[in-house]
């Protein structure tokens, strides 16, 4: 049977102490709550403290722990863990980082409960006003985000980067969300048949049509956003097997490039260059890659992305030489 | 497995009740269930001890017993321990708790944090509405910005030094901003490209300027991040793209619209390589008006692209 990391269990231990002492009225269901364990662990870790204590560990320097028939916990005699644990810093900025974030999300109210909160931790750990938090504010977001809560099917003007092209369409929004610096909506698309995803800072415009979306959406939405995405790709492209793939070899200086890009297969070579097969959804994509990653990108096949590149560059050029 | 954490508890319960430093031997005498008789196994489980409880964020602070220096001793000093009272109110902690179940972050700790405040009150969110990563280093260069200490690290290749006044999360990335003292002057870094683990310097090792919040870095879009003398840039988008340009970089970099829609916005660039890049991205419909060399720069970029031989 295994058996839970001492970690773990001696850290949930130093939470529950200052917190029985603190509220005097605590049953041992709501501690199984409040900690996200069942009733039998917290249990055990009562069961554990009245042999824990200071030397020479005789009655009086025991930790004392009462439960009586209700369930009402009682400590004593543990003045040493009556307040808590310090954060480390990785929990400390991890939770303000959230709590930051979801102060930036436009509609949230800075002078609410969460606000507040913030601000008393950011003075308990010596931050106050430190750590900012920006998750854009698209102007279209609050009209997203009430067209999913009321269900409503919208049109768009959606921008498309990978074709570098504008489309309008109609839409069933299903959710609005921010991942890694850009906010994205899932809605069912019915100029595509099928659910999509569009980022809100391309989207143009935004008109009600009047009609509202069936209780459920036809068509499955998009799985849950995953992570990792960056500022050159986005989690709007999803390679398919038909799509052209390109193979690349990245100057040392662009190497992180690699990390942003969907990538068939990546190799990292001995001078710290990094051979790289991208999918690509479509050309104008491929030549802003190019243009912007200029002679820190070695085109290694197929043949015609070099002509593409060239012709690109051309192209741009005549804007500046008319 | 229970009598390790029960040594534990005590380990942490005496060490915080000592008046002085204890030394291995005297916790050994005192200590119950007790560490081995052999000292180099009696060694290896106080080192192991002591490590969980650095992971969980007691440090133990290690020093001399007496003023003669001799013997090293080991306690937790009560200040190092102790979290002072945030006072929070339920509300605010169901708050909190919303914040941490509705902000992905991709690692247990800001749950860890919860717990320390009194645990998760409320129902929390079912869903999240926002996900972010913390890069390596950021905690320590939080801690840094906490206690103030100047931070050293490697960065494209150089060594840089950097009194961190705060940070910010922008456009998907972490910054650490703050006072260069090599430059004398303000500095963004991309935490996530920091290349080795950054030197703490002393607490207390500089002072913030009253007045300044890392909102004030966030003025304008990622051009203004950089290390070059700053210039103003401004940049003709065509009509069919001025909408998007105007959305990110908002009405106030419109300097001129013209008769075609188009528009005239302007730039505070600190960072030509991430200016360039934000021209190209918009392909044939931007071209750089001013100033000279930044025109002039995005031309012979091109140039040399287009004039490849094939």
């Known amino acids: 049977m295994s058996r839970p990391l001492a970690g773990p269990r001696l850290a949930r231990v130093l939470a529950i102490v200052p917190y029985v002492c603190a509220n005097p009225d605590t049953t041992v269901t709501e501690l199984a709550e409040r900690f996200r364990v069942p009733r039998s662990e917290i249990e055990r870790d009562l069961a554990l403290l009245p042999m824990c204590g200071l030397p ?32 480390t810093p990785a929990e400390g900025v991890a939770l303000l980082a959230a709590a930051r974030a979801l102060l930036a999300v436009p509609g949230a109210d800075p002078t609410g409960p969460l606000g507040t909160a913030v601000a008393k931790l950011e003075a308990t750990v010596g931050v ?68 999509r995803r569009f980022r809100v800072d391309r989207i143009l415009a935004v008109r009600p049509t009047g009609e509202t979306v069936p209780a459920a959406p036809p068509g499955p939405a998009p799985a849950s956003a995953p992570s990792g995405a960056g500022v ?9 097997a038909g799509d052209r793939r390109v193979e690349l070899r990245l100057a040392p200086e662009a190497a992180w490039v690699a990390d942003d890009l969907p990538l068939d297969a990546r190799v990292d070579e001995a001078d710290g260059s990094v051979r790289v097969t991208l999918a690509v959804s479509g050309d104008a994509f491929l030549e802003r890659l190019l243009l912007r990653l200029g002679p820190a990108a070695e085109i290694l096949g197929p043949p015609e992305v070099t002509e593409l590149r060239r012709s690109a560059a051309a192209r741009l050029l005549e804007r500046y030489t008319r | 497995m229970s009598e390790r954490l029960e040594r534990l508890i005590n380990l942490t319960a005496t060490l915080l009740d000592t008046r002085r430093p204890l030394t291995l031997d005297e916790l050994a005498d005192r200590l119950e269930p007790g560490y081995p008789e052999e000292l180099a196994s009696r060694r290896r489980q106080f080192e192991r001890d002591k490590e969980t409880l650095r992971e969980l964020g007691i440090p133990i602070t290690v020093g001399p ?31 909190l708790h919303l914040a941490v179940t509705g902000v992905e972050t991709g690692g247990v700790e800001p749950l860890d944090a919860l717990r320390k405040l009194g645990g998760a009150e409320g129902e929390g969110a079912g869903e999240a509405v926002a996900t972010f990563a913390l890069p390596a ?93 700053p210039v103003r840039a401004r940049v003709l988008v065509a009509a069919e793209r001025a909408p998007l340009v105007v959305g990110a970089l908002g009405d106030v970099a419109v300097e001129e619209t013209r008769a075609d829609g188009a528009v005239v916005v302007g730039l505070d660039v600190v960072n030509i390589d991430a200016f360039r890049s934000f021209v190209l991205d918009l392909l044939d419909h931007a071209e750089v008006l001013e100033p000279p060399h930044l025109r002039a720069d995005v031309v012979a970029w091109l140039r040399a692209q287009a004039e490849v031989a094939t």
Do not use: K
């Open chain 1, 56 to 87: 020479p560990y005789t009655a009086d320097r025991l930790i004392d722990v009462w439960v009586d028939d209700e369930g009402y916990v009682d400590i004593r005699l543990a003045e040493y863990f009556e307040r808590p644990l310090r954060l």
């Open chain 2, 65 to 95: 017993v007496d003023s003669l220096g001799g013997e090293i001793g080991y306690r937790i000093l009560p200040d190092d321990y102790y979290l002072p009272d945030p006072g929070l109110d339920p509300a605010e902690r169901a708050a």
């Open chain 1, 128 to 195: 106050s006003g430190r750590i900012a938090v920006d998750v854009g504010s698209a102007p279209l977001l609050g009209a997203l985000r009430d067209a999913v809560a009321a269900g409503e099917r919208l049109e768009l003007d959606y921008h498309s980067y990978a074709r570098d092209e504008l489309t309008t369409r109609r839409v069933d929004p299903t959710r609005v969300f921010h991942v890694l610096g850009a906010w994205y909506l899932d809605a069912f698309c019915h100029r595509a048949g099928a659910g």
């Open chain 1, 232 to 240: 050159l790709t986005d989690l709007v492209y999803e390679p398919r």
């Open chain 2, 137 to 229: 280093h950021l905690d320590l260069c939080f801690d840094a910005v906490a206690r103030r200490c100047a931070l050293g690290f490697a960065y494209r290749g150089e060594a840089r030094r950097l009194e961190p006044h705060g940070l910010l999360h922008r456009f998907g990335h972490w910054y650490v901003v703050g006072h260069d003292p090599d430059r004398d002057a303000i500095r963004a870094f991309r935490v996530d490209r920091i290349e080795s683990v950054p030197t703490v310097g002393e607490a207390d090792g500089f002072t913030v300027p009253v007045g300044t919040t890392p909102a004030d870095y966030l003025a304008s879009d990622p051009v203004t991040f950089g290390a070059d003398a």
